[in-house]
């Protein structure tokens, strides 16, 4: 699966001519003299494609909201794909996506175009921030200074995570600009994800930092939240992402060859990918480690018809896999698995379930995290919701859900479950429950079976991506003995 690398110059005159991404495809690997409009369209398709295929699919098979159903997708769900497995993934971030970003920050630069700059400084932390929270340490400093050279330096993660903040302030300055300091076009259509608006980019500058900040909280959980909070608010005004309209994402085409990335794995892999037991456990209303085949209870998720397709199709039942048991159930539902699905970097509704999570770590007795749960909750629904007709996403049900699903106890230990819980439903394929997962141990997801081999010697859920064979052969830097335990991510010791 890729997105159709037609010639440069044929992706500029359809962009200049006003094509969205529905109506053209674009090109991963732009030539050094594209001008900066054709950049930013390939650059933000190819790193949300990527995002979707590379890194999504394969982490929500390992906290199990998908299954390697069939298919070479099995060795995803037992963790046997070997280091081979991961070269797409390598090649596909650094030089199909953050190659071409990198140039694009640097003709923003020369051509004094601070709106660009900013927009590709913050796609290339988040590019930046995805590889190293799959695989740790990373090349980084050396990584697109030196293309075509193979023995790069791999910067230590925490140092990468220093970094990362520094560059979402700078971007945030450069976007604070005025236009007339752009000495040239402004972003518009060709940014696929705000149509140029930077105060949406801002605000999702800001969440971004308040999310790289809860990742440490196993290091200092209360100077973790306590940046969080900073991070989304300004003395009291909120300044992350507003609501579900200001959710960081892109929308794919129509087109076989620029679609959803879920929908062409299905299309050409077909039952590959099914969704997880206890993904599914927790949509029919059960918990997490309740047997796949147990009647839905009270409370079904209202967003269930539009997260899963019925299993047998034609029913009204939903089933999901055991972890490392091939088979074929529940599949990615409409709401994500069509053409023109989106891709979502980072959302309102992660946003406030930041603040739930910081404020019970600080006090949690603090009645405004239930406010941001609940809204947590409740911008999921709006954004994947549209038919209020299904029985079981009526407003009556959905504020019957949010009570019985999204009401904490003031007890911390049960309550971050809570929050986690809801958070890993709400922001089904992405990569981030898996972050969370390692963070917080939630949600208690069982073992897979058929787990325990070389790869994975203790048959745990992976806390790692090992190294891709293609840079265990070429880089003499790479760090050795890596697999799916080892070395955990500096934020996860």
């Not at 159903?69 to 070997?82: C, K, P, V």
């Not at 923003?108 to 590019?127: C, D, E, H, M, V």
Request: aromatic share 10%; with cysteine.
């Amino acid at each position: 699966m890729k997105i159709n690398r037609y010639n440069i110059l044929l992706i500029t005159f359809l962009l200049l001519n006003g094509c969205r991404l529905a109506e053209t495809n674009v090109s991963p690997n732009a030539s050094s003299d594209a001008p900066v409009s054709a950049l930013l369209s390939g650059s933000e398709a190819t790193l949300s494609f990527s995002l979707g295929v590379d890194a999504g699919l394969i982490t929500s098979t390992y906290v199990q909201q998908t299954s390697g159903a069939n298919g070479d997708a099995t060795s995803n769900g037992n963790y046997t794909a070997g280091p081979v497995r991961f070269n797409a993934v390598w090649t596909n971030f650094y030089a199909n996506a953050l190659e071409n970003l990198y140039l694009l920050q640097i003709k923003a630069g020369q051509q004094n175009l601070p709106y660009y700059k900013g927009i590709s400084r913050i796609l290339l932390t988040f590019g930046f921030g995805t590889l190293t929270d799959l695989f740790g340490d990373i090349p980084y400093t050396q990584a697109l200074k030196q293309r075509g050279y193979t023995s790069l330096a791999y910067d230590k993660q925490e140092d990468i995570y220093k970094s990362l903040q520094l560059q979402l302030d700078t971007a945030i300055s450069e976007l604070s600009q005025v236009a007339a300091d752009n000495q040239g076009a402004l972003p518009a259509a060709d940014d696929f994800i705000f149509n140029g608006d930077v105060r949406k980019w801002i605000a999702t500058a800001w969440t971004l930092k308040a999310r790289y900040a809860i990742h440490l909280s196993r290091l200092d959980g209360a100077k973790a939240a306590a940046n969080v909070l900073a991070d989304l608010y300004n003395n009291g005004t909120w300044r992350g992402i507003a609501n579900g309209r200001q959710d960081a994402q892109l929308n794919f085409g129509s087109a076989a060859t620029n679609a959803n990335p879920y929908y062409q794995q299905n299309l050409t892999r077909p039952g590959w990918i099914g969704l997880g037991a206890p993904f599914v456990n927790l949509l029919n209303g059960n918990q997490v480690v309740d047997p796949p085949a147990q009647v839905a209870g009270a409370f079904v998720d209202p967003r269930r018809a539009y997260f899963a397709t019925p299993s047998p199709a034609g029913t009204n039942s939903y089933s999901g896999s055991v972890g490392g048991v091939p088979g074929a159930f529940s599949l990615i539902g409409s709401y994500y698995g069509s053409a023109t699905s989106p891709v979502v970097l980072i959302s309102f509704s992660e946003a406030k379930f930041l603040e739930a999570e910081a404020r019970i770590i600080i006090n949690p007795a603090d009645p405004l995290a239930q406010t941001a749960l609940q809204d947590a909750i409740k911008a999921s629904f709006d954004k994947v919701i549209t038919n209020t007709d299904d029985p079981f996403a009526t407003p009556a049900k959905q504020a019957a859900y949010i009570t019985a699903k999204g009401s904490l106890t003031g007890a911390f230990a049960t309550d971050l479950k809570t929050v986690i819980t809801q958070k890993y439903i709400a922001l089904f394929l992405q990569p981030e429950s898996w972050t969370d997962y390692r963070r917080t141990g939630y949600p208690d997801i069982p073992l897979a079976q058929n787990a325990t081999h070389g790869f994975n010697p203790n048959g745990n859920i992976p806390r790692r991506v090992p190294y891709p064979q293609s840079e265990q052969s070429l880089n003499k830097n790479t760090p050795a003995g890596s697999n799916y335990q080892t070395p955990r991510p500096w934020w996860d010791q």
